[in-house]
Every structure is written in C-alpha cells, then in structure tokens.
Nanobody, 124 residues
Framework: QVQLVESGGGLVQAGGSLRLSCTAS????????MAWFRQAPGQEREFVAA????????EHADSVKGRFTISRDDAKNTVYLQMNNLKPADTAVYYC?????????????????WGQGTQVTVSS
C-alpha cells in the first residue's frame, strides 16, 4: 500500500496562490495514477484533479479548471497541486491518493486509506 503525506497548505487571502505537495512511499510511485481531493466541513470529499502515470494525461474538476494545475515528479515520488487565484470556496482539507488504474483514480469512494491531509483556508 502506498503511504501518502500531504503538505503545503496554509492561510491565504482570496486571489493568492499555494502549492500543495503529496509525497508517496511504499511501492513504485511511477506505477500509480495520482489524484487530489478536498473536503470542506459538512461536505463530502470531492475530486479536484488527477494525473496519469508518467503525466501523459490529466483532468481537473470544473470548479478549479483554469486556476489549479496538477503535476508530478516521479524522481521525487511527489505529486503537486499548484493553486492560483484562490477563492474562499476553495477552503477545505486537501488529500491525495493513488490508484494503479487511471480510469478510477478520481473515484473517492474506492479508497479505504487516506493520509492526514493539509488544510487550505482562503480568507475574503
């Protein structure tokens, strides 16, 4: 099982930027598609962005398209989420996860294991 550690969250004003990191260990990172999710208080965990093995394809949720960018560095076993033009609605705990199947990586319900997440708070 891949172990995941998210970092990079914080408090930022609306319009600001943050870059989240998720470092994985345990198995061959490059064999996994990776995804970011977020969960706001009282809401279900939702898909944010996903990237395939080797970074050949990626997808972003409509709510973040044009503002967030997912990328990966297999040499560092790390996936990133660059978040620009942040809005108060982006406030949430952000999580990453890994799936050997790039077609199912964005399905939050398929995962039993989650890391501790990283808190992002955007003030207006």
């Amino acid at each position: 099982q891949v172990q995941l550690v998210e970092s990079g969250g914080g408090l930022v004003q609306a319009g600001g930027s943050l870059r989240l990191s998720c470092t994985a260990s345990g198995r061959t990172f490059s064999a996994y598609a990776m995804a970011w999710f977020r969960q706001a208080p009282g809401q279900e965990r939702e898909f944010v962005a996903a990237i395939s093995q080797k970074g050949g394809s990626w997808e972003h949720a409509d709510s973040v398209k044009g503002r967030f960018t997912i990328s990966r560095d297999d040499a560092k076993n790390t996936v990133y989420l660059q978040m620009n033009n942040l809005k108060p609605a982006d406030t949430a705990v952000y999580y990453c996860n890994a799936d050997p199947n790039r077609h199912t990586v964005k399905q939050a319900s398929r995962y039993d294991y989650w890391g501790q997440g990283t808190q992002v708070t955007v003030s207006s």
